[in-house]
């Protein structure tokens, strides 16, 4: 388990970066205790850090970060079922989402989650451990949409998984 807290850190500069400076990036963003990090790679072939962070609330959020300009990607909430933001905007259920996923990466899904993006957009994420082998791919499908958002694949994990 990673147990760091750094509030109120400021990112790097893109010169500068490294892990430790992707990190304080995102505790500058969602001061917190880190509990996983992932290392993806987009479709495009980027270097992404994703730190799942509990903040002090006991709100869950995934923040990510270049890993080669150490800047902020994204910033997202991990919400539960009955989240009333997410029930009230999603078009599609999970069961449709996990369908959509499948047809982008054959395999086996491992699991779905409820995130909510900047502004309130609800979004599944859909992690599959893909039939033609290789790294989990993470699947994002809009919740509005049913649309193909991003695929990550999984390169490296750190931290408490689930059943931990």
């Known amino acids: 388990m990673i147990g760091v807290l750094l509030a109120g850190a400021a990112p790097l500069r893109a010169a500068e970066c490294d892990f430790e400076g992707c990190l304080r990036t995102a505790l500058a963003e969602k001061p917190g205790k880190v509990w996983e990090m992932e290392i993806e790679r987009e479709e495009q072939g ?29 910033t997202e909430e991990v919400v539960g079922r009955g ?25 086996k ?31 994002e499908v809009g919740a509005l949409s049913g649309e193909v958002r991003e695929i990550r694949e999984e390169r490296y994990e750190i931290g408490e998984q689930e059943g931990d």
């Open 83 to 107: 989240n009333a933001a997410f029930e009230n905007g999603a078009k599609i259920s999970p069961e449709e989402a996990r369908q959509t996923a499948l047809e982008k990466v054959p395999g």
């Open 109 to 139: 899904v491992k699991e779905v989650e409820r995130k909510l993006e900047k502004g309130g957009m609800p979004v599944y994420e859909v992690e599959i451990v893909p039939r033609s082998g290789g790294g989990e791919r993470e699947v």
């Open 46 to 74: 980027g270097k992404i850090y994703k730190f799942e962070i509990k903040d002090r609330e006991g709100k869950e959020w995934k923040v990510l970060v270049n890993a080669q300009t150490g800047c902020l990607v994204e």
